[in-house]
Antibody, heavy 121, light 108 residues
Framework: EVQLVESGGGLVQPGGSLRLSCAASGFTFSSYEMNWVRQAPGKGLEWVSYISSSGSTIYYADSVKGRFTISRDNAKNSLYLQMNSLRAEDTAVYYC??????????????WGQGTLVTVSS | AIRMTQSPSSLSASTGDRVTITCRASQGISSYLAWYQQKPGKAPKLLIYAASTLQSGVPSRFSGSGSGTDFTLTISCLQSEDFATYYCQQYYSYPPWTFGQGTKVEIK
């Protein structure tokens, strides 16, 4: 059974930092691309960042570029999101989501339960 | 970035009803569209990809159609467990992957 378990969320002051983790199990983690997607309270879904299976290709949403860093450790089956210079508008539930490609179709087929990040003084 | 617009933003329906949700892309995306279901406090769940292909394990009362810029998600006979928020997502041009704003299906 595919499982993705996020951790590391919490309350942080504006300008602060936080590191999120996502522990993966039930599949060959090193074979899959991974993403972070966030959801502000009462709002819709916003894609945040992507990392290829090897970690060689990385993308960010414009809203977090230069402040967030995605990484992965395939030996530990883990995905990370280092968040710096946090702003109030970064307050959200952060989900890790597995990317799957089937005949040119790329979608997020499994999601973790999410971890809440609150940026407030 | 490609903008995805869903309508309606919310709807009220009864168990057994047929429900249709529309998603429109700001430019043509062929059939590179997915639909997700999200229940309160839970993670999104993939329902459909390639505009009309049902993900494994998803009940057949869910169906998707469309190509280009206009897409629909239909629930043929609404069940109590289907009350949720539904999101469309394009993966024709990325990054970024973009989602619609969501459609909340509520009990009438």
């Amino acid at each position: 059974e595919v499982q993705l378990v996020e951790s590391g969320g919490g309350l942080v002051q504006p300008g602060g930092s936080l590191r999120l983790s996502c522990a993966a199990s039930g599949f060959t983690f090193s074979s899959y691309e991974m993403n972070w997607v966030r959801q502000a309270p009462g709002k819709g879904l916003e894609w945040v960042s992507y990392i290829s299976s090897s970690g060689s290709t990385i993308y960010y949403a414009d809203s977090v570029k230069g402040r967030f860093t995605i990484s992965r450790d395939n030996a530990k089956n883990s995905l990370y999101l280092q968040m710096n210079s946090l702003r109030a508008e970064d307050t959200a539930v952060y989900y890790c989501a597995r990317g799957d490609i089937v005949v040119l179709n790329y979608y997020f087929d499994y999601w973790g339960q999410g971890t809440l990040v609150t940026v407030s003084s | 970035a490609i903008r995805m617009t869903q309508s309606p933003s919310s709807l009220s329906a009864s168990t057994g009803d047929r429900v249709t949700i529309t998603c429109r892309a700001s430019q043509g995306i062929s059939s590179y569209l997915a639909w997700y279901q999200q229940k309160p406090g839970k993670a999104p769940k993939l329902l459909i990809y390639a505009a009309s292909t049902l993900q494994s394990g998803v009940p057949s009362r869910f169906s998707g159609s469309g190509s280009g810029t206009d897409f629909t998600l239909t629930i043929s006979c609404l069940q109590s467990e289907d009350f949720a928020t539904y999101y469309c997502q394009q993966y024709y041009s990325y990054p970024p992957w973009t989602f619609g704003q969501g459609t909340k299906v509520e009990i009438k």
